[in-house]
Structure formats: structure tokens, C-alpha cells
């Protein structure tokens, strides 16, 4: 834990913090939420997608208050940089002091493109979602806290 006693501040980056950055910042905060403060931003933030907040609903995590922002406008200073896509992760910006650990995770609307219905989508968005739930469950210790 922090040297100050305070829960670790652990940021979950990705491109735009639509889709997996806010999944997994909803699932920190429901699963984790005792151990860690859970945050979500966006290199190039561009909006929350309706279907994550639909298949986080599914399993019972509220995330339509959630926005879609950039690291400095959070104001807070990181423990841990998770970064959850690729793209955020060749192009993190620098956090003093916080520790970068990539683990990535497959873009629910890239694999869901040519999908004929929303229903047809779904189960992309699922599958992250469950992954991004098992990594997780893993915290604190899957990010060296």
C-alpha cells in the first residue's frame, strides 16, 4: 500500500475510454473497491459505448454515469497505470511516480464491426468484459501492490 496509508490510485488507460478502460475502472470499483481507488481515462477520449455500459449492467455494475475523459482531467496522481489497449500503451504519456503495466485486452467494437444487430455484438463485449473481470479479481497483486 502507499506509503501515506491511503488506498493505491490505479488508473485503467486506453485509447478512447469508451469501452474497456471504463469496464474495467466499473469492475474495480465494484470488485475492489475496499483495496484500491479505480479511475478510467483516454488518450484520445471520445465518449462511453452504450454497449459496455449495457453488458456491465448485465452482470449488475451501473456505469452510465461514467464519462469519457483524459488523464489530466482526473487531477490525481497514480500508484498504477494499467494501460488495457495496445495503442495506449505505445503511446502513455508520463505519470511521475506511477508504475505502467500493460495488460491488453481485444477491442469489443473492432470484433463486434461487422456484427448484423446489437445482439450479434453482444457477446464480444462479454467475453472482455469477462476477461477484464478475471484480471481484476487478480488485484492488487496482479499489479505489484
Do not use: W
Request: one cysteine or more; proline letters at 8%; charged letters at 25%.
Amino acid at each position: 500500500m502507499a506509503a501515506d496509508k491511503r488506498k493505491p490510485r490505479v488508473m485503467f488507460l486506453c485509447t478512447g475510454n469508451s469501452c474497456r478502460s471504463q469496464m474495467a475502472e466499473g469492475l474495480a470499483r465494484a470488485l475492489k473497491g475496499a483495496e484500491i481507488d479505480a479511475y478510467s481515462a483516454g488518450t484520445k477520449p471520445h465518449g462511453l459505448n452504450p454497449l459496455a455500459v449495457r453488458a456491465m449492467r448485465e452482470i449488475g455494475i451501473d456505469i452510465t454515469g461514467h464519462t469519457s475523459k483524459r488523464p489530466e482531467d482526473l487531477g490525481v496522481t497514480f500508484d498504477v497505470v494499467v494501460t488495457v489497449c495496445d495503442s495506449a500503451h505505445e503511446s502513455c504519456p508520463v505519470f511521475p511516480g506511477a508504475r505502467v503495466v500493460h495488460v491488453g485486452f481485444e477491442d469489443p467494437p473492432r470484433l463486434a464491426k461487422d456484427a448484423p444487430s446489437e445482439e450479434a455484438a453482444m457477446p464480444h463485449y462479454r467475453r472482455v468484459r469477462d476477461e477484464i473481470r478475471e484480471f481484476i479479481q487478480r488485484l492488487p497483486g496482479a499489479v505489484g501492490l
